[in-house]
């Protein structure tokens, strides 16, 4: 199977499950797991791996986690390519208290790796789901996986086998 790397920011934990999850599922090194607050150096150790499971909580008005943000911001400045690498995104948020921007975290990621020539594999029916607007929604699905721990946390577990089982299935 081609090399994966899972990239993710948590603050309190939520994410850190799905990034927990995927790392079992794909039988992933603790070395190729980024936590992006402690890991994370240099947008070069994206050119590691084939494949890219890059995750965020959703914070502020829809943003991704404050330790992602440099790392976009080098891709930006040095207008790097991910071109031939495949890419799923996950993310958690909440649909109730923050249901105009729902996990809009995974939208800004894909507006930068999409953009960049990555092949995003992984996008989701947002029908199971209740809220305003989010910019995960990317020609009416969600463009990765969306975890509500705080509405619907009956439903996690379920939603994160479904995706890696989609996952597999694309990747093979
Ligand atoms: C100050 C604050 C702002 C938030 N903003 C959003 C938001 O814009 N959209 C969203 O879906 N969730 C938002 N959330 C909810 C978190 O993303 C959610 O609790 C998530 O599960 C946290 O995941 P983590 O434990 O991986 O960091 C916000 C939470 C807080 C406390």
Excluded: P
Aim: glycine share 10%; net charge negative; with cysteine.
């Amino acid at each position: 199977m081609a090399k994966i790397g899972i990239f993710y920011a948590s603050a309190g934990g939520n994410t850190t499950q799905i990034a927990k999850a995927l790392q079992e599922a794909f039988e992933v090194e603790d070395e190729a797991c980024v936590l992006m607050e402690e890991d994370f150096d240099s947008a070069q150790q994206f050119e590691d791996f084939e494949v890219l499971f890059l995750g965020s909580s959703t914070w502020g008005q829809g943003d991704v986690h404050f330790s992602w943000v440099d790392a976009l911001l080098e891709i930006g400045s040095k207008n790097l390519s991910f071109e031939g690498k495949t890419v799923a995104f996950f993310g958690t948020g909440d649909s109730q208290k923050h249901g105009e921007h729902f996990c809009s975290a995974l939208g800004k990621l894909y507006e930068v790796f999409a953009k960049r020539g990555a092949n995003v594999v992984g996008f989701t029916d947002e029908g199971d789901y209740t809220y305003e607007a989010s910019l995960a929604r990317i020609d009416g699905k969600f463009c990765g996986l969306a975890i509500d721990n705080m509405n619907e946390s009956n439903k996690s577990e379920e939603r994160i086998e479904k995706w890696i089982a989609q996952l597999k299935e694309a990747l093979a």
